[in-house]
Nanobody, 125 residues
Framework: QVQLVESGGGLVQAGEPLKLACVAS????????MGWFRRAPGKEREFVAG????????YYADSVKGRFTISRDNAENTVFLQMNSLKPEDTAVYYC??????????????????WGQGTQVTVSS
């Protein structure tokens, strides 16, 4: 059974850091491009960051560039999202997503076929 499980969400104050983790099971993790998306109240799910399965690169939404870092540990089947200098507008449910061999369209949520349940991140001002 393919599964993605996020963890690390919580309540922090503006300016503080937070690190999310997503553990994958039931798939060959090395072959999967991994993405982080988020959905704020009243808004659509949006792309945050992505990391290509073959190590060719990382991608970020403009709103988080320079503050967030995506990384992966293939030995642990885990993808991370280090979030620094958090802002109240970063408040959302954060989702991990996966797609085998994905190279293009990393920012499009429709490209991903495996999703986690999400973890809540709340940033207070």
């Amino acid at each position: 059974q393919v599964q993605l499980v996020e963890s690390g969400g919580g309540l922090v104050q503006a300016g503080e850091p937070l690190k999310l983790a997503c553990v994958a099971s039931g798939l060959t993790f090395n072959f999967y491009t991994m993405g982080w998306f988020r959905r704020a109240p009243g808004k659509e799910r949006e792309f945050v960051a992505g990391i290509i399965w073959n190590g060719e690169g990382t991608y970020y939404a403009d709103s988080v560039k320079g503050r967030f870092t995506i990384s992966r540990d293939n030995a642990e089947n885990t993808v991370f999202l280090q979030m620094n200098s958090l802002k109240p507008e970063d408040t959302a449910v954060y989702y991990c997503a996966a797609r085998r061999y994905l190279l293009g369209g990393v920012q499009r949520r429709t490209e991903y076929d495996v999703w986690g349940q999400g973890t809540q991140v709340t940033v207070s001002s």
